[in-house]
């Protein structure tokens, strides 16, 4: 993984040559071959075999006689023996760490060395184990600096790591880089990524703070936007987990990193906690708070291999552990069944949410205001109060009588009005009104003016004809939505 080394593999296997494995190196395994004074060699174990099998050729020699040779094995020829020898399997074959383990399920490494490392396991573990050594190999890419440069001691483009630590922690740096650097391909380092990876770790903190701060009453009622984000979350938790196994077995680890970490803050952070978080000084009801616990359990236990230090310290802190309970050995979530429907009703939700803070910062109408909101025709009352408690609102008045003046946005093909009255500077909002009029009504006459040039309509496209008249037909409708809403506020 990925497949595109597949190429690079066969191809050292076909076109292969004869292994060279002495090496002038002053360290590594010794060539056991010892010369005798008539340049023949006899090859042995050990000095005093050595001196056995020269003596069978010539009785008088002794051991100064011989000349063990100086070159070293290749590297390779060591690590090749890695997956067998690391069980003992060459000294003590069948042991039970050799039958247990061997062969290994995936090998990690870097694809500049397929021929020397891995095609050699291959072939030694074939050789001398008669099976493979491994049965996943996955190439990473190689961190390369800014402009694309491969880092290297002599190149001196290396960052300090220590330094790296210091600044955006041992999480921050692997989450940065995880984040960007896809399955074999390399990875342009550039210390924003490190960043990244801080600013995620501190939203993790700055979520447990949060939660761990809450007051739990015993007596307290769940309330309904609480009971429907509960249930609401979970099916997210279930479709994420789904997604990122799938993701991990197929090796695409940071597509897994990245749902993950959409995961954690967008759904659990600005969706699930807005929607569960008590009023301010008021307490959480317990059931709440055991939920959003377990939710935070499982999304530490998600992010583990990829945040080690973080998630421990926090798994330890979220609730009561044994002496030498890790989150290391806590197993990770399973999907449960998923309940699409209000995942469907949420992301309506989220629109219509979206929709009236979108109104608010237009219209400059503070966040603490509790908002009446009218539909015009009606959707699933089961988000009603999921809505109110996000976007601040006091009443949802579903097929409502529509409000000229009201502030309107279209949810799929539902109308929302936001009556104003109250909240606005009149005077100010009928002058922006009649100011937005104003261009609109200069931006019909030049439609106008182009529909009615004979020489245009007979000579453009119909597409373009069309548009045009498309054009026309919106700019009328929102010169009477301008107009009526300029007459009911004044």
Known sequence: MP?????TYRHWMTDIRDWCIS???WWGHRIPAWYLPDGSFVVAETEEEALSLAREKDPALSLSDLRQEEDGLDTWFSSWLWPISLFNGILDPGNKEIDYYYPTTTLVTGPDIIFFWVARMIMAGYEFMGKQPFNNVYFTGIVRDEIGRKMSKQ??????PLQLIADYGADGVRVGIMLSAPAGNDILFDTRLCETGRNFSNKIWNAFRLVMGWEVSETANQPESARFAIEWMQSKLSVAVAEINDLMAKFRISEALKEIYRLFWDDFSSWYLEMVKPQYGSPIDRNTFNATVGYFDSLLRLLHPFMPFIT????????????GESIMYARTPEAAEVNSNIISLMEHAKEVVNGIRNVRAVKNIPNKDTLTINVIGSWDK??????????NCETINHNAEKNPAAASFIVGVTEVNVPLEGSI????????LRKDLEYMTGFK???????SNERFVNNAPEAVVAAERRKLSDAEAKIDNLTKAIEALS
């Open 425 to 432: 500077d009149k005077d100010a909002e009928i002058a922006k």
């Open 382 to 391: 089961a988000q009603d109060a999921a809505i109110c408690k996000l976007a």
């Open 312 to 323: 421990e310290e926090l798994w330890q802190h979220l609730a009561e552990r044994r002496p």
């Open 445 to 451: 006459a030049s439609v106008l003016k182009k529909l």
């Open 23 to 25: 090496r002038q190196l």
């Open 155 to 160: 190149l001196g483009n290396s960052p300090d």
């Open 3 to 7: 497949e595109k080394y597949k190429n």
